[in-house]
Every structure is written in C-alpha cells, then in structure tokens.
C-alpha cells in the first residue's frame, strides 16, 4: 500500500519562483518612498507570511510601527504587485513534470499558501490550469494563516485523507511547522527561499534539493 495518498503544497518557494516579481514590486514602493532597497536574496528571507509582514519587514526599521504608513505602503504595493505578478516568475525546473507524474499516479494533489488567494488561484491557473487540485487556498478572511494548521486539515478531509497519509512540501520553517502540527510527515524543497540548515532545523521528515526526489518519497 502506498504510504502518502495525497500531497499539500506551498506555492511561493515551492510550486513557483515569484522571487523577482515581489523583490521588483516592494523595491519599487520602497523607492517611492524613498527608503533603501534590497536584493532579491534578501527578500527570499522575508517572504512567506503574508503581504502586510512583507511590507512591514521591507521598511526600514524606525517606520515599522506606523500603522499608517504601512497600510499606505501595502495598498501601494497591491496596485504595484497586481502589474508585476507575472512578468517573471515561473515553476522550479522539474515542478511541471513533478505534478504530471503525481497525477498520473492517482495523489490527491492540493495548494496552500499565505500569499492572497486571488494571486495564488490566478498563478496556478496559469501555469497548472489542467491539474485537478482538490483545493487551491490562499491566504483567506477568518482563516489563521501558517503555520496554523487548519487550512492543510481542511484539504485533508477534502480529500477523504487522515492526515498521516498526506505530505505536506515546503521551502521554509513555516511549512515545516504546518505540516507536523497538522500531523503529517514533511517534505523541505532546497531549491526554494530558505535552504537546507532551516528545512532541518524545523524538523523536515525529509529535505530534497530537487523534485524527481518527491518520487521516491511516494
């Protein structure tokens, strides 16, 4: 009997590499404002909890805590990102035969993201428009967000899967940290915004630099 029926998946870092589109559009409200800009390297440590942590880890330090500010910036950074959300990014080499080969083989396959759900459904349409998800989640109104485990439980029931039996793959603590409290074992994906020393640190149950390696695992 195969172990794992059914796959959740992280979408920024994981799925996608949307590293240049967001690093382009924080930067560009940043320079509105005036303040220093950053690489992408460095925005690949500030992603994966939502926009609004985004823009308030990107301004500098002493104007973090002005509220106004920060919704002022964020809303800046929407119409911004809205422009930009497709210009550069693109699935991880092998991530498209991955999803293929999954399918092929009968795993319930679903995405779960802290990114908002109108940019996460709009890019997996794009890219994964004939994969038969059986949820696509972004971030959602009344729903906590990662590493809160109630949006990967939901996708379980929906798929009529006791959590043991679904993966959970991500590239950062924060997807680690979903999948074992949702109770599933986890897959960390070097090739993401993180890297090997956090997937293990956070307790990966296995840690691939590539994604035919995802295969094995099932």
Known sequence: MRKYKGIIFDLDGTLLNTIYDLADSVNAVLEHYGFPTY????????IGN?????????????????EMLVEEALQLFVKTYDQKYKDKTVPYDGIPELIDELCSR??????????????????????????????????????????????????????????????????????????????MDT?????????????EANGGTYVVDCPKEVLEII
């Open 50 to 66: 939502g926009f609004r942590n985004l823009i308030e880890v990107s301004l500098p330090k002493e104007k973090k805590d002005d």
């Open 106 to 183: 009968g795993i319930f396959l679903a995405v779960n993201s802290n990114k908002r759900t109108d940019y996460t459904n709009a890019l997996v349409d794009k890219f994964f428009s004939h994969v038969p998800f059986t949820a696509v989640y972004g971030e959602r109104e009344g729903i906590p967000k990662k590493p809160n485990p109630a949006s990967a439980l939901e996708i379980a029931g929906m798929m009529g899967l006791k959590p043991k039996e679904v993966l959970y793959i991500g590239d950062s603590k924060t997807d680690m940290m979903t999948g074992a409290n949702a109770g």
């Open 39 to 46: 690489d992408n390297e460095a925005y690949k440590l500030k």
């Open 187 to 199: 897959v960390g994906v070097t090739w993401g915004f993180r890297g090997r020393e956090e997937l």
